[in-house]
């Protein structure tokens, strides 16, 4: 408790701005202060600075600690020669050089790779992370971000171009909801996915050289950032049960596992308290708990909308001393440069915590070698013959073909034999397109789905073009829109392309009378459809999950005319595609697949490729199925973990041209103890007659508690390939403190386990379980 001449004390404006994140720490863990004093010394002025407990291991990306400590100290002395003008001059985005002390410009926004480098061509688009969810490989996830970063040194070479990027990888969680916006940039629903596929991604984006960062990867948006249409104005209500057991783990993997140097803070508020503006997130989670130890940038202008839009401190001197009080380092915008002078003046913050903050920044240009000769990093030896490259080119292919996913096959409707057809029609507002998502580049190659399925048969589409207008960035330019109907034919086989409808616009009878007469008599239809960025993207949410405009109607028509019609989903977030699961012989498809997509999909379409991806999401069948938008409680019905309705396509479903039998279950113990594991193996045999590749999923279902738990939750997974007929050995290993095994106990504020039993469910997807055991869980 404070004495009595401490309480009696009035509290300085400065104070009060370096503890009011603190009631963020009550909401989330739950910890009760007895006064202001004890939340002073909890969040004392200067905490930015951080300081790893001794249970943190600091995280320095894969840079050596020794590497590092020499970075930060050389940092630190540049930083101690600047003046208080140089110095808050270096905290927006882009920062001005400092011409005395050979400190050149800089730029921590230099671009964006979230699935590929944006930057005009040569340049490689590989497909939207949530496709790449469905393939459930963390080593592909590697391979396509060293490609990406690869790309990044080249044009780094080739022009200057930055080495600091602000994505990937999209952690925030708002995969919870088909509804959010921009849940094409995360991999998954389920936080395990989430963190194995993040923490290869920034492996991929940072390199693995003990002296030098090959790039910054960024995760973001920390935290709870999961609505887009009121993001930079609204507060989550967040449940302590939620944050800690799914809202924050991907972040806590991207930090202890994947090491990443830059943390994003969002716009949005948590619990009341602007994320930027919370010290108990950007200091005492990220730094002392976690070990963080790169700097963390604010969403572009969060710092601004700590003032502007939450109305939080009516200044925007007081906003930025509020920032980088709590640990933020960076200003993706101008505030920080404009009003920190005015915070330093008003003593709302001290010289001392904006050093520290600095030099963490600092030491990332360091790292990545901005202050030193280009040949002293390992990454000069990249070739620029690497950009858009036809190896590059082919893992875009393969990463496509993996996360393509088999949503229904009736009667072995797919493959398609290429060699019996002689007419086919391929209809729909997707098909002419190779729509790449939102922070995209523009490769100079475009593969649509038709272009895919013309080169099957040797014929060639129309080249698309990027539109380029006036006053648009070019990384917003898009191709046309749609293709006109054309017709193809080489002698052998007549392929007639129907659009039939726009994305979202009303009905033209004329072209979608022409698309339902183009079907007619055709040996098979493909019917391509999908949302786009027209329906869902940054700062625009869904309100609906059925197709969009007309295209539920054309797909009915078409199957009128010619029940041989197969449905292929090119979207970017899910559909609820009802009426055609129930009566369409065959879906397939995804999210988009990146510029490759056309190959990609004709490879499994006529049989060149099994398909083995796999749902990284729960598809529903209605809005009405979720809860309300803005409500953050996990197990109020959210995701596979707490839904109890019947999904469209439950999480984890995906079918293959062959049959996987499992088999053989063996559990190394009846019991699961303190500090202990059990083995789970189980014989996965190719029964069918095709070479495939299958995702075995691990699940577990305690029970026993006082709490509610999830009905199950993925604690691991494999992709396996297997020949036909063969079989082989699938191992995991469950560990007493898997977070699965845990829950959050909000009157201990910790994990605990409690004492029951443990379902351990293996099978191919969340709703298709194969093989099942128990054993006891001791507390």
């Not at 829109?481 to 004329?510: H, L, M, W």
């Amino acid at each position: 408790m404070a004495d009595q001449k401490s309480a009696s004390r009035p509290v300085t404006r400065r104070e009060f701005l370096t503890v009011a994140g603190y009631g963020a720490a009550i909401a989330i863990t739950g910890w009760p202060l007895a006064d202001r004093a004890e939340a002073a010394s909890f969040f004392p002025a200067g905490a930015a600075t951080g300081g790893a407990s001794a249970t943190a291991t600091p995280d320095t990306g894969p840079v050596a600690l020794e590497y590092f400590s020499a970075a930060r100290q050389r940092a630190a002395g540049i930083v101690a020669k600047m003046t208080l003008a140089e110095k808050i001059s270096q905290f927006g985005n882009q920062v001005p050089a400092i011409p005395r002390l050979n400190l050149p410009a800089f730029n921590y926004y230099a671009s964006e790779a979230l699935h590929g480098l944006i930057h005009s061509g040569p340049v490689t688009s590989f497909p939207l992370p949530l496709a790449m969810g469905c393939a459930w490989n963390p080593n592909l996830m590697r391979r396509v971000y060293t490609a990406v970063s690869d790309e990044i040194w080249a044009w780094h070479k080739k022009n200057g171009q930055g080495l600091a990027m602000f994505s990937p990888p999209t952690v925030n969680m708002g995969t919870r909801d088909p509804r959010w916006g921009r849940i094409g940039e995360n991999f998954s629903e389920d936080p395990l996915l989430v963190s194995k596929l993040a923490v290869e991604t920034i492996r991929g984006i940072q390199g693995d050289n003990p002296r030098f960062l090959k790039s910054v990867a960024c995760a973001k948006h920390f935290v709870a950032n999961d609505t887009e249409d009121d993001r930079e104005e609204t507060s989550a209500s967040v449940d302590p049960r939620s944050f800690w057991e799914y809202y924050s783990r991907g972040f806590e993997a991207c930090v202890r596992e994947g090491r990443v140097f830059t943390v994003m803070s969002s716009y949005n508020a948590m619990n009341g308290i602007p994320t930027t503006a919370n010290p108990f997130l950007l200091t005492e989670l990220l730094r002392n708990r976690w070990g963080f130890r790169g700097f963390v940038v604010s969403d572009c202008d969060a710092v601004g909308d700590i003032t502007r839009t939450h109305h939080f401190v009516p200044t925007f001197a007081e906003a930025s001393a509020l920032a980088v009080n709590a640990g933020c380092d960076i200003n993706c915008g101008n505030t920080l440069p404009n009003f920190l002078g005015e915070a330093v003046d008003k003593m709302l913050i001290s010289e001392e915590t904006i050093d520290h903050s600095l030099t963490r920044s600092l030491t990332g240009r360091i790292l990545l070698g901005d202050l030193d000769p280009i040949d002293q990093s390992p990454y000069h030896t990249i070739p620029i013959s690497c950009l858009e490259s036809p190896e590059h080119r082919a893992l875009c292919r393969e990463a496509g073909r993996q996360s393509i996913v088999l949503f229904k096959n009736e009667s072995n409707t797919l493959p398609l034999n290429a060699s019996g057809i002689t007419k086919l029609a391929v209809i729909g507002p997707m098909a002419s397109l190779c729509h790449l998502g939102n922070y995209s580049g523009r490769p100079d190659n475009l593969v649509s789905p038709l272009d895919g399925i013309l080169e099957q048969f040797g014929l060639q589409g129309p080249v698309q073009h990027w539109e380029t207008k006036e006053g648009i960035p070019w990384w917003q330019q898009k191709a046309p829109s749609i293709f006109p109907a054309q017709t193809f034919s080489n002698g052998k086989v007549q392929i007639v392309y129907e659009p039939g409808c726009t994305v979202d616009g009303d009905r033209d009878d004329q072209k979608f009378d022409a698309a339902v007469n183009a079907a007619k008599g055709m040996d098979a239809v493909l019917v391509c459809v999908g949302d786009d960025q027209q329906i869902d993207r940054e700062g625009q949410d869904r309100t609906f999950l059925h197709l969009p405009g007309v295209q539920h109607d054309l797909v009915q028509a078409v199957y009128a005319a010619n029940p041989k019609t197969i449905l292929v989903i090119s979207s970017n977030c899910p559909v609820a595609v009802n009426w055609e699961q129930e009566h369409l012989p065959a879906i397939i498809g995804g999210m988009f697949l990146g510029q490759e997509q056309g190959h990609a999909l004709a490879d499994v379409l006529f049989g060149a490729y099994n398909p083995g991806g796999k749902l990284s999401t729960t598809w529903y069948r209605h809005a009405d199925d979720l809860p309300d938008f803005h409500n953050y409680n996990v197990r109020n019905g959210r995701t596979y973990m707490y839904f109890q309705g019947s999904p469209l396509y439950p999480f984890g479903h995906g079918l293959s041209y062959t049959a996987f039998r499992y088999g053989n279950l063996q559990v190394g113990g009846a019991s699961l103890q303190p500090g202990g594991s059990l083995s789970v193996e189980m014989q996965l045999t190719n029964s069918g007659p095709h070479d495939g590749d299958e995702v075995v999923q691990l699940y577990v279902h305690v029970s026993g508690g006082t709490v509610q738990r999830p009905i199950q939750q993925l604690v691991g997974f494999e992709r396996v390939h297997l020949a036909a007929g063969a079989s082989r050995t699938v191992q995991f290993t469950l560990k007493h403190d898997d977070l699965a095994l845990r829950y959050w106990n909000e009157t201990q504020y910790a994990f605990v386990v409690e004492a029951g039993t443990v379902d351990l469910l293996v099978g191919s997807s969340s709703a298709d379980i194969r093989l099942r055991h128990q054993v006891s869980l001791e507390a």
